[in-house]
């Protein structure tokens, strides 16, 4: 199983940015994928989940600025953040909910 996890960078606030998660080594349809993000002075916060049924979920934080999507085709999940601000910098990831497989991260940075 390998997650890899690309398309952070440096942002303004109220900037956006589109991660994506290349998945391989399984069957990734079948799967419910999510993004938890984590800041060092903090513990791991999820952001989003995405189902294998199409269904998502979105923390309170992020609901209504953020949109995941996944590619069944191409084994790729993505996530959409808009409007953000500094208190979304952290590094990103991308998992298979429910099994601990883990990608290394994307970093966030939103700052002016």
């Known amino acids: 199983v390998q997650l890899v996890e690309s398309g952070g960078g440096l942002v303004q606030p109220g900037g956006s940015l589109r991660l994506s998660c290349a998945a391989s080594g399984f069957t990734f349809s079948s799967y419910n994928m999510g993004w938890a993000r984590q800041v060092p002075t903090k513990g791991l916060e999820w952001v989003s989940n995405i189902y294998d049924d199409g269904s998502t979920y979105y923390t309170d934080s992020v609901k209504g600025r953020t949109t995941i999507s996944r590619d069944d085709a191409k084994n790729m999940v993505y996530l959409e953040m808009n409007s953000l601000n500094p208190e979304d910098t952290a590094v990103y990831y991308c998992?298979?909910?429910?099994?601990?497989?883990w990608g290394k991260g994307t970093q966030v940075t939103v700052s002016s």
């Open positions: 998992t298979i909910l429910g099994f601990e497989y």
